[in-house]
């Protein structure tokens, strides 16, 4: 018996249904195409596959396929014309009761990607069936995938197991694990805590363990930046964005004002737009320009760094020394660099790096502070901290004494 016809008129239906369902998706913007296995096996961090042999698999459970993602859509229905007549060829081999050999599935999570049988499976979901013969090659991962997967959700979920195996924040810090929904934002993660460790490395002048650079990265910078954002509203401004994007965004706010000059500082918003394609990035850059706090949140920041680096409150657990001035941590860090410099000379050898901040801390600054003091300059300049008057006394005097050089030898 011919079954030409009612195959074809399935093959119609299934069409117009595939049609109507992307339409619906496009309204809703909802996704609903096929995940390619490519595209997951180029995130996947393998450990092994091993067979299942011959089992009954959920049709809902179908997910992917290896070569035919663009032919079908997340229901399997077709959307591709050129496969009508292996479709109709199927579907009148069910007409004929013919035995059709199972299907080549990959299972990975909960889902499975087809590598062999996509029209067979398609044919069978609009058939009604629920369940379908399948031969399962299992891929052992880390990540968890589920029906309602997308790529994105799968490459942050990678992305997370990478984040977490490198860093161990997951038993270091569990209850503040930084979270992100976008792909690519914990490699930038990564990126940060990477340049903090190199820098705690440059700065002391020794290798820095790995496990400390990170905790110092989270506890003096990450932490820091999210605890102000809480106590600012921001994160309730955000809803959809994360504490690690928001952290993330402000970074890169923060790094574009630091490379522009006051002529072109206004570009640095534009830079950060072109650059971070999420929307509720062009709010926080309004906020960000009407936010007095910044430079404060920023400084406390930056004076975290300052620390960690010359670990001078382990040492003096009383001192202060923070200060106001633009680049200010930078230029104490260059004032305990040339202290380190005079004191290898002294003893023709080199000075760690902790010894020569507390010797700076001990034989240079604090002196000068308590001088500062007794002239009762603190009292006379309240907007500033002892750090800014160090600064401007030293270097004042630096100054002098260059200017008075000058001057003598011509």
Excluded: C
């Excluded at 096996?41 to 809902?60: E, M, N, W």
């Excluded at 993660?189 to 905790?215: M, N, S």
């Excluded at 004032?335 to 507390?358: F, M, S």
């Amino acid at each position: 018996m011919n079954y030409d016809h009612q195959a074809r008129d399935d093959f119609d239906k299934a069409a117009r249904k595939a049609l109507w369902r992307k339409a619906i998706r496009w309204l809703t913007g909802r996704p609903g195409h096929l995940l390619s296995y490519d595209e997951i096996r180029a995130h996947l961090s393998l450990r092994g596959q091993h067979s299942l042999g011959l089992k009954s698999v959920p049709l809902d459970d179908i997910i992917g396929s290896v070569g035919r993602y663009q032919d079908f859509d997340r229901e399997f229905l077709p959307t591709q014309t050129h496969t009508m007549e292996r479709w109709i060829s199927v579907d009148k081999a069910h007409y004929a009761d013919k035995v059709l050999p199972a299907v080549d599935l990959i299972k990975i999570g909960e889902v499975y990607f087809v590598r062999d049988g996509n029209h067979r499976i398609s044919v069978a979901r609009q058939r009604g069936q629920t369940f379908i013969d399948a031969y399962v090659t299992e891929i052992d991962v880390p990540v968890p995938l589920t029906p309602d997967t997308e790529l994105d959700d799968f490459v942050v979920a990678q992305e997370r197991v990478d984040f977490l195996e490198t860093t161990h924040l997951d038993t270091l810090r569990p209850d503040g694990i930084p979270e992100t929904r976008v792909p690519g934002q914990y490699p930038r993660l990564l990126e940060h805590i990477r340049a903090h460790h190199w820098f705690l490395g440059t700065q002391r002048g020794e290798p820095v363990p790995w496990k400390e650079a990170v905790l110092s990265w989270f506890d003096d910078i990450y932490q820091p930046v999210v605890q102000t954002l809480q106590e600012h509203g921001i994160l309730a401004s955000f809803p959809d964005a994360s504490p690690a994007d928001l952290y993330l965004w402000i970074m890169t706010y923060q790094w574009y004002l630091r490379q522009a000059t006051p002529d072109d500082a206004q570009e640095a918003g534009k830079h950060l737009l072109s650059d971070t394609p999420l929307l509720p990035v062009r709010r926080l850059t309004r906020l960000l320009k009407q936010a007095p706090w910044l430079d404060e949140m920023m400084r406390r920041q930056e004076y975290a760094v300052f620390l960690a680096h010359t670990r001078l409150h382990t040492a003096f657990p009383d001192a202060d020394l923070r200060t106001t001035l633009p680049g200010g941590y930078e230029r104490l860090l260059e004032h305990i660099a040339t202290h380190r410099w005079y004191l290898g000379e002294a003893r023709q050898a080199e000075v760690p790096y902790e010894e020569a901040a507390r010797s700076w801390y001990e034989n240079v600054y604090t002196p000068l502070v308590q001088f500062l003091r007794e002239e009762r300059l603190p009292q006379q300049f309240l907007q500033h901290t002892e750090a800014d008057l160090y600064l401007w006394v030293s270097e004042g005097a630096r100054q002098w004494r260059h200017d008075s050089s000058y001057q003598l030898d011509s």
